[in-house]
């Protein structure tokens, strides 16, 4: 069994908590970063983590990427039929990350910037791309990674569930190996602290998800934050 480490937090400056993330049993994680004016960034973020909860409980196991993206696929639907019909919920979308594992395989499916990473062998490398305008600029070489992390536009997103109807998403799968380390994120933390105090982090603490937060409130706590860490036996 995979040890499950789990934790959100307002963070430092926000009023409330847009981000939404679910452990589902067994062994398959799902991380939610909503947006949107008033509540409907946390209505978002919770409709896609519940449907993708009540779509994989009815589909048997196990649970491949092209799974995980009819899931996401479903919630799209529902947060833009629901954005459809509600003035107040109009433009909210969320990120989808979602990594599931069945003992030999890891399969993940993922739209937005919220982030998958691997930490294997002493190496902690991210997994999925960001959708977002500045990743587009770095893929180009018309920007630095250095310059994408403080750049005006940052947080712009290319796409997101429930935002608009032909929806990409990335997914995939690899072999796990016994003592790989997976995160998944939402940009609360990455914006506040760099790869190098993640992979600290989750080389040393006991309290991986624990501590990962309070290192996020430490830099700043600018946005809401979330992680999962699951460590694999
Ligand atoms: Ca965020």
């Not at 899931?71 to 629901?82: C, F, H, R, S, V």
């Not at 969320?94 to 399969?107: F, K, N, P, Q, V």
């Not at 998958?116 to 791309?129: A, D, G, S, V």
Request: net charge negative; with cysteine; aromatic share 6%.
């Amino acid at each position: 069994m995979a040890k499950i480490f789990q934790a959100t937090h307002v963070g430092k400056v926000r009023y409330n908590n847009e981000d939404s993330l679910t452990v589902i049993e067994p062994e398959t994680f799902v991380v939610a970063d909503g947006m949107g004016g008033a509540s409907a960034g946390e209505v978002a973020s919770q409709m896609l983590v519940e449907t993708v909860k009540n779509s994989l409980s009815k589909t048997p196991r196990p649970w491949h990427e092209k799974i995980l993206a009819q899931a996401i696929l479903l919630a799209n639907d529902k947060i833009l039929n629901t954005a459809r019909r509600h003035a107040e919920y109009h433009g909210m979308g969320t990120t989808a990350t979602i990594l599931s594992l069945d003992g030999e395989r890891a399969y993940f499916a993922h739209v937005g910037d919220s982030r998958l990473y691997l930490l294997r062998n002493n190496i902690f490398k991210q997994i999925t791309e960001d959708h977002s305008y500045v990743e587009t600029l770095v893929r180009r070489g018309e920007l630095t990674a250095e310059e994408a992390k403080i750049h005006p536009m940052k947080n712009v997103l290319t796409q997101a569930v429930g935002a608009i109807a032909n929806l990409y998403i990335d997914q995939a799968n690899f072999p796990v190996e016994r003592g790989d380390i997976f995160l998944l994120c939402t940009d609360g933390l990455t914006n506040m602290i760099d790869d190098e105090l993640i992979f600290k982090i989750l080389k040393t603490a006991k309290e991986p998800a624990a501590e990962l937060i309070e290192a996020a409130l430490d830099a700043g706590g600018k946005d809401n934050v979330s992680v999962i860490v699951v460590g694999v036996d």
